[in-house]
């Protein structure tokens, strides 16, 4: 069956930034694409000059009644970008809503963050998370982190090609945030490599590439959109499996797959942290967490909260 998208975002002419930027990669890879362009500019607005036209808030809307009155407004996804005014965001905000509502993100993922990298000042740190209910009950949380290097020139359009990527791949492997993060951030690497390479190539030694010369090579990496090589990895931050609360028991039961070290070392935040979800009672098992007893053994750990304020361990 078919998986499609509704895009709505900017339109160049020349370059890819917007819907330019996020279509192509989405089709090539089995999309369909259904676009909205909240402007149609002759280029980025990086350039000297630029010329083109807004869509309104109302423009917005007619669109989008003819597409629900022929009854073909069944989405998959939602793809928004940029919004050149509040009204024109309201509305975008309208049919996200109709579309999706009460659908509650199991995903999350932050970019474009000042948090500090592990690596240092030349890595952006990019996070992510995503929780899993199976049909036993249990409930899996993924927590991943990357430390992306970063490029010493401005691109315009990425964003928008690593929203779209992160869509794709999240929806080819639903069950693995992680492999999903590093073959958007990879995709991501290979186009701006490629990018820059020619940029270089054309404007020569010693001399700053002009915008067009920036201008994404998105045809160009065809080959690493549908089959990226990974090149930048992931770290675990936490793989967790419990339980869900019951009412009866007032149990939960915790799996910890892999934890921070920090956390291996004192899990009274993370037994506060179960206690704040409803359980009286924390149980924690198959966990790394190192024994006092050297390493062939396992450890085991328990909570129980009896009143407001007795926790015993």
């Given at each position: 069956m078919d998986c499609r998208v509704?895009?709505?975002?900017?339109?160049?002419?020349?370059?890819?930034?917007?819907?330019?930027?996020?279509s192509f990669p989405l089709q090539v890879l089995g999309f369909e694409v259904d676009t909205i362009n909240s402007v149609q500019f002759s280029n980025h607005t990086g350039y000297e000059h630029w010329k083109g036209q807004v869509l309104t808030a109302d423009e917005l809307h007619v669109l989008y009644e003819g597409i629900k009155l022929n009854n073909v407004n069944q989405?998959?996804?939602?793809?928004?970008?940029?919004?050149?005014d509040d009204s024109f965001l309201a509305t975008v905000v309208d049919i996200v809503m109709n579309l999706l509502h009460s659908m509650g993100p199991s995903t999350v993922v932050i970019t474009s963050s000042d948090l500090p990298s592990l690596m240092g000042d030349q890595f952006l740190v990019a996070l992510g998370s995503q929780k899993r209910a199976r049909a036993d009950g249990t409930i899996?949380?993924?927590?991943?982190?990357?430390?992306?290097?970063?490029?010493?020139?401005?691109?315009v359009g990425t964003g928008d090609l690593f929203a779209a990527m992160l869509l794709a791949w999240t929806h080819l492997h639903p069950n693995d945030l992680k492999t999903a993060c590093e073959k958007t951030a990879s995709v991501l690497h290979h186009v701006i490599k490629r990018t820059i390479t020619y940029a270089k190539e054309v404007v020569g030694p010693n001399r700053k590439p002009s915008p067009a010369q920036l201008e994404l090579?998105?045809?160009?990496?065809?080959?690493?959109?549908?089959?990226?090589?990974?090149?930048?990895?992931?770290?675990?931050?936490?793989?967790?499996?419990?339980?869900?609360?019951s009412t009866e028991t007032k149990?939960?039961?915790?799996?910890?797959?892999?934890?921070?070290?920090?956390?291996?070392?004192?899990?009274?935040?993370?037994?506060?942290?179960?206690?704040?979800?409803?359980?009286?009672?924390?149980?924690?098992t198959s966990s790394d967490l190192p024994s006092l007893l050297g390493d062939q053994y396992l450890v085991a750990l328990g909570s129980q909260r009896r009143g407001d304020f007795d926790i015993s361990f």
């Amino acid at each position: 069956m078919d998986c499609r998208v509704l895009s709505v975002q900017s339109h160049v002419v020349r370059g890819y930034v917007g819907n330019k930027s996020a279509s192509f990669p989405l089709q090539v890879l089995g999309f369909e694409v259904d676009t909205i362009n909240s402007v149609q500019f002759s280029n980025h607005t990086g350039y000297e000059h630029w010329k083109g036209q807004v869509l309104t808030a109302d423009e917005l809307h007619v669109l989008y009644e003819g597409i629900k009155l022929n009854n073909v407004n069944q989405y998959d996804y939602v793809l928004t970008g940029y919004a050149r005014d509040d009204s024109f965001l309201a509305t975008v905000v309208d049919i996200v809503m109709n579309l999706l509502h009460s659908m509650g993100p199991s995903t999350v993922v932050i970019t474009s963050s000042d948090l500090p990298s592990l690596m240092g000042d030349q890595f952006l740190v990019a996070l992510g998370s995503q929780k899993r209910a199976r049909a036993d009950g249990t409930i899996l949380t993924q927590q991943i982190r990357m430390d992306i290097p970063k490029v010493d020139a401005v691109f315009v359009g990425t964003g928008d090609l690593f929203a779209a990527m992160l869509l794709a791949w999240t929806h080819l492997h639903p069950n693995d945030l992680k492999t999903a993060c590093e073959k958007t951030a990879s995709v991501l690497h290979h186009v701006i490599k490629r990018t820059i390479t020619y940029a270089k190539e054309v404007v020569g030694p010693n001399r700053k590439p002009s915008p067009a010369q920036l201008e994404l090579r998105m045809v160009q990496s065809k080959a690493d959109i549908e089959d990226p090589a990974v090149v930048l990895n992931a770290v675990v931050l936490m793989d967790l499996k419990t339980c869900c609360p019951s009412t009866e028991t007032k149990l939960f039961w915790l799996q910890a797959l892999s934890l921070p070290i920090s956390l291996k070392l004192n899990m009274r935040p993370v037994m506060n942290l179960l206690h704040s979800m409803g359980p009286d009672a924390v149980v924690v098992t198959s966990s790394d967490l190192p024994s006092l007893l050297g390493d062939q053994y396992l450890v085991a750990l328990g909570s129980q909260r009896r009143g407001d304020f007795d926790i015993s361990f």
